[in-house]
């Protein structure tokens, strides 16, 4: 028998209606000239329609790519239809579901190689601008109060003790103070927030920011003890004795890397963490309010190509210094954003690429006085997959140079692993955490972000934060923690859900 079709033409659905072809829409910045002379923030954030505009971009696809680059996993598609639909406390709450740093992450984490880098509309036109549009939520969240906190679990009458306030720090406490149980935040420093307010400057990542996001976490019932130096104020071991059950270390990797080359220690050479630090933390940015210690000069070599040497050279530059920036590779290879290396050009920094130092000269007082630097061409790719640089024999020269900031990466503080025993190491001094749950090698102590893995984004510590919470609380409830394949079905779910919602 043959089978009836029953479809009748005219019951078929009615086709999505195609959304027309807009640019991606353009976020207003101060002019280069402008803000090369003060620390205010670079980039000025979408309005209400801009906002909308560009929300209206997104293709709402049933199978969001966007979410898989996300480490996290929020609800892009969820979010961004709620700021095209105007209801935008109902946007940071679906943020907030997910996230603890929507305004810092909005403006710092490399959207262009995670979740943007996926954004199905980027294979014919510019990507939807999803990190502008979680900024625009979350500063839309600051203007108009708060939209409401997540609901937070019956106390567990368990304690967890989490070294460090940067992302990976705060997003585990936040995480943990929902589930039900109590946190405390130790803090090295005397302002919470990490690298996020020693080592991101204010034009980039304004501080209060980072307070604002900090006291929403505080307001989700986490302490943060500052000025508390664990491996000196006291020990792993000694917070164990003193009640916590289980203990997150994420106190990130802030020792310095240095060149190794001859005269890096001489007056007037500084690591980009220091010379940042002071800017920052001991507010040298807002002289002659603050005479920080801060040596400045006229002329500032900045060695490296990543964000944090941008930032370094941008912050001398805005002190008053010309500033010319060293690295050994070509454009193409620096590990900068985009975005930072731009803004770099545009104000005024002096690009001195497929260049590498070999000395540094001081005058006879011991103060910087030259750089010698020598020309590198482009050779067979290494380790990392980018062509290897190679000098190039006779082609050294000298720089006049006041100041020498160097900025070629950072490696794990010894400070408290050497005072931990029992904790298993890398040959580089990272703590080994085991790759799904976290947990060391020392018994109800987990650790997370740049620690583990080395300097790393934003984003990848906050997503290092939300596993850890997770095996901590298995841990706590004495459940056996996740195998890799059942925290990668948790990964799935989460973005089911997001397929789900962005399919309604």
Not at 33 to 39: D, L, M, P
Not at 66 to 81: M, N, Q
Request: charged share 25%; aromatic share 4%.
């Amino acid at each position: 028998m043959s089978e009836v079709n029953t479809n009748n033409p005219g019951d078929k659905p009615a086709p999505k209606p195609k959304r027309p072809k807009l640019p991606r829409t353009a976020i207003p910045e101060q002019p280069p000239k402008v803000r090369a002379t003060n620390f205010e923030e670079v980039s000025l954030g979408y309005d209400q329609d801009m906002a909308s505009t560009e929300a209206s971009r997104c293709l709402q696809c049933k199978r969001p790519k966007c979410v898989l680059g996300c480490p996290v996993g929020i609800d892009i598609p969820a979010f961004i239809k709620l700021i095209e639909e105007g209801d935008n406390a109902a946007a940071i709450a679906k943020l907030k579901e997910t996230t603890s740093f929507p305004a810092v992450c909005g403006r710092v984490c490399p959207q262009e190689e995670q979740c943007e880098k996926l954004c199905i509309l980027g294979r014919k036109q510019e990507p939807v601008a999803i990190g502008r549009l979680e900024r625009f939520a979350a500063d839309w969240e600051a203007l108009n109060g708060p939209s409401g906190k997540p609901e937070i679990a019956a106390s567990k009458g368990k304690h967890v003790g989490v070294v460090g306030s940067g992302p990976a720090g705060v997003t585990c406490a936040g995480e943990l103070a929902k589930m039900g149980y109590d946190v405390t935040i130790y803090e090295a420093l005397h302002k919470p927030g990490g690298v996020l307010v020693y080592g991101i400057p204010e034009f980039r990542l304004p501080k209060d920011i980072v307070q604002r996001e900090c006291d929403y976490v505080e307001s989700l019932g986490v302490e943060i003890k500052l000025d508390h130096v664990i491996g000196r104020t006291m020990t792993v071991d000694q917070m164990v004795e003193d009640g916590h059950d289980a203990v997150f270390l994420a106190n990130g990797a802030g020792l310095p890397a240095f060149m190794n080359i001859p005269g890096e220690n001489l007056n007037g050479v500084y690591s980009a963490n220091e010379f940042l630090t002071r800017s920052n933390l001991m507010k040298a940015y807002r002289f002659p309010e603050y005479d920080t210690p801060i040596k400045v000069g006229k002329k500032v070599a900045v060695i490296g190509g990543g964000n944090v040497a941008m930032d370094a050279a941008r912050t001398a530059l805005r002190l008053g210094a010309e500033v010319h920036l060293i690295y050994r590779r070509s454009r193409e290879e620096m590990p900068a954003r985009n975005e930072e290396i731009h803004h770099a050009e545009e104000e005024g920094i002096i690009f001195n690429l497929l260049t590498n130092p070999t000395q540094i000269i001081g005058d006879q007082e011991g103060w910087v006085e030259e750089i010698e630097v020598v020309e590198m061409e482009l050779g067979e790719p290494d380790a990392s997959g980018r062509r290897r640089p190679v000098p190039r024999e006779g082609s050294e020269r000298r720089i006049p140079i006041d100041v020498v900031i160097v900025s070629v990466g950072t490696k794990a503080n010894p400070l408290l692993t050497k005072s931990t025993s029992g904790l298993e190491l890398t040959s580089r001094g990272n703590i080994v955490a085991d790759e799904h749950t976290l947990l060391t090698s020392k018994e109800g102590v987990f650790a997370g972000g740049d620690i583990v893995t080395g300097a790393a984004t934003v984003i990848l510590a906050m997503g290092a934060g939300k596993l850890a919470a997770r095996s901590i609380d298995r841990y706590l409830q004495g459940q056996p923690l996740l195998t890799a394949e059942e925290e990668e079905a948790i990964q799935a779910a989460g973005n089911k859900a997001a397929e789900t919602a962005a399919a309604k």
